[in-house]
């Protein structure tokens, strides 16, 4: 493996790590709502939540977001990073899901910007970091994550990867708060997640970010409920 090659994957792994603080221990991705009502009980409806969740909503959206955002910023094309952000935004219905995404953005782009220091990317991610800062832009976690992964040099590919099972771990983490699920659940779910979503990417790869899509009508409910609960573990 090439120098290059190895930086590439260490980053990564950094980027991917639940150690990285994008603040997503906060959040349930919606769970918390779906367990106070009982759509999910136990590992094997979490296991199928998570599923449709990934396939019908995070990957043909944030997903197509992430994919087309990392070119864009390759290019350093400003004007499309934040079309498409705003595309993402709006395609998040439920207040909650919005606010937790622009906060992972964020951390993530506040995160890594002492990390390109001698970066070629360094420029757009200044650029693009200023924008959300400054309210231009709301900042989505899967448009940030696409901005950051290309100025470390990790493909978009990858980074799409990076976001899945980041997105992954945190809902988990957020289960082993919310139902009776062991560790070992858990990792075996994970697992079970790897082939649905290779099977997924390898249909948005050429997917415009115009053609994002999003269908996940009871996380939207639950998390739209989930703002009016009067007693809430997590943000989201």
């Not at 890594?112 to 200023?130: I, K, N, S």
Request: glycine share 10%; aromatic share 6%; with cysteine.
């Amino acid at each position: 493996m090439s120098a290059d090659a190895s930086a590439s994957y260490l980053a990564a792994l950094q980027l991917a790590d639940s150690f990285f603080p994008s603040g997503t221990y906060a959040h349930s991705q919606g769970l918390e709502g779906m367990v106070t009502r009982g759509w999910v009980r136990n590992a094997d409806d979490l296991g199928e939540y998570l599923r449709n969740l990934l396939t019908w909503s995070i990957l043909p959206c944030d997903g197509v977001a992430l994919l087309n955002a990392h070119p864009a910023a390759r290019d350093g094309d400003l004007t499309t990073l934040v079309e498409i952000d705003w595309r993402l935004h709006a395609m998040k219905l439920p207040a909650e899901l919005r606010v937790a995404s622009g906060h992972a953005g964020r951390r993530i782009l506040d995160e890594t910007a002492p990390l390109l220091l001698g970066e070629t990317g360094r420029a757009v991610h200044g650029e693009f970091r200023r924008l959300v800062t400054e309210r231009e832009t709301p900042g989505t976690g899967a448009v940030a994550l696409g901005v950051a992964a290309g100025a470390v040099g990790i493909d978009a590919g990858n980074a799409l990867l990076m976001h899945c099972h980041s997105f992954a771990v945190g809902v988990l983490g957020a289960a082993q708060r919310l139902l009776p699920i062991t560790h070992s659940e858990a990792q075996r779910i994970l697992h079970g997640l790897h082939q649905p979503v290779i099977g997924a990417m390898a249909a948005l790869q050429y997917r415009d970010w115009r053609e994002m899509t999003s269908f996940a009508p009871q996380t939207d409910i639950a998390s739209m409920m989930h703002e009016h609960d009067d007693v809430r573990m997590f943000a989201s």
